[in-house]
């Protein structure tokens, strides 16, 4: 299995800047695979929250893009703890005895994908020809930002798997019960329909 946190970054990026051409889907094997689910939810995400904060596509398209925040946000949260099942099951973190990181490699991988969005979309603002000269240098800046940001990410999701790997840190799988989406745990949904919260 390929728990490389530089192959993951690249991963990312190439995906990015492919489904921005193609009709987005996740073909990897093994732990990619996971990578690339979580990463398509996070890229669907990325454009159904773009598409919510518009006001000329009528009520209904931003009353269905809220939907699929909800449905994307919950699977990528699914995603996430099964990266970390498959690395507790492959590195045996030690339960005890060394510190504990409070973030997982699931949770980083998960930022990794955000930032590779970020990095892509950014990007595009500081090359728009249609833009400000203003704008574009504002947005190179905080381009170069976020490259650093993936940078010492990447760099910090190695050193934790290193440390995982040799003994002298650990961590668990952090489940994230998201309450919202359960009709048995939403109040807004088992009391509009009391059969659901049986």
Same mark, same amino acid.
């Given at each position: 299995?390929?728990?490389?946190?530089?192959?993951?970054?690249?991963?990312?990026?190439?995906?990015?800047?492919?489904?921005?051409?193609?009709?987005?889907?996740?073909?990897?094997?093994?732990?990619?695979?996971? *990578?690339? #689910?979580n990463?398509?939810? =996070?890229?669907?995400?990325?454009?159904? /929250?773009d598409?919510? %904060?518009?006001?000329?596509?009528?009520?209904?398209?931003?009353?269905?893009?809220?939907?699929?925040?909800?449905?994307?946000?919950?699977?990528?949260?699914?995603?996430?703890?099964?990266?970390?099942?498959?690395?507790?099951?492959?590195?045996?973190?030690?339960?005890?005895?060394?510190?504990?990181?409070?973030?997982?490699?699931?949770?980083?991988?998960?930022?990794?994908?955000?930032?590779?969005?970020?990095?892509?979309?950014?990007?595009?603002?500081? *090359?728009? #020809?249609?833009?400000?000269? =203003?704008?574009?240098?504002?947005?190179? /800046?905080?381009?170069a %930002?976020?490259?650093?940001?993936?940078?010492?990410?990447?760099?910090?999701?190695?050193?934790?798997?290193?440390?995982?790997?040799?003994?002298?840190?650990?961590?668990?799988?952090?489940?994230?019960?998201k309450?919202?989406?359960?009709?048995?745990?939403?109040?807004?949904?088992?009391?509009?329909?009391?059969?659901?919260?049986?």
């Open positions: 299995m390929q728990f490389n946190p530089d192959e993951i970054s690249q991963l990312q990026s190439h995906l990015t800047a492919r489904w921005h051409i193609e009709s987005p889907a996740a073909s990897g094997t093994e732990f990619l695979q996971l *990578v690339e #689910e990463h398509l939810r =996070n890229f669907q995400l990325w454009h159904e /929250e598409i919510a %904060r518009r006001d000329d596509l009528g009520s209904e398209r931003v009353h269905q893009a809220k939907r699929a925040i909800d449905r994307f946000n919950q699977q990528r949260n699914n995603f996430i703890e099964e990266m970390d099942k498959v690395l507790v099951a492959a590195l045996q973190p030690k339960e005890a005895g060394v510190p504990r990181n409070s973030e997982t490699p699931g949770m980083m991988i998960d930022r990794l994908s955000i930032l590779s969005l970020k990095e892509f979309h950014m990007n595009e603002e500081a *090359v728009r #020809e249609d833009a400000s000269e =203003n704008h574009r240098a504002t947005c190179g /800046e905080k381009l %930002r976020i490259i650093r940001q993936r940078a010492d990410l990447t760099q910090c999701l190695g050193d934790l798997l290193t440390e995982v790997a040799s003994g002298t840190k650990t961590f668990a799988v952090y489940y994230q019960f309450m919202y989406n359960d009709p048995a745990l939403n109040p807004q949904l088992y009391l509009a329909n009391p059969t659901a919260g049986k």
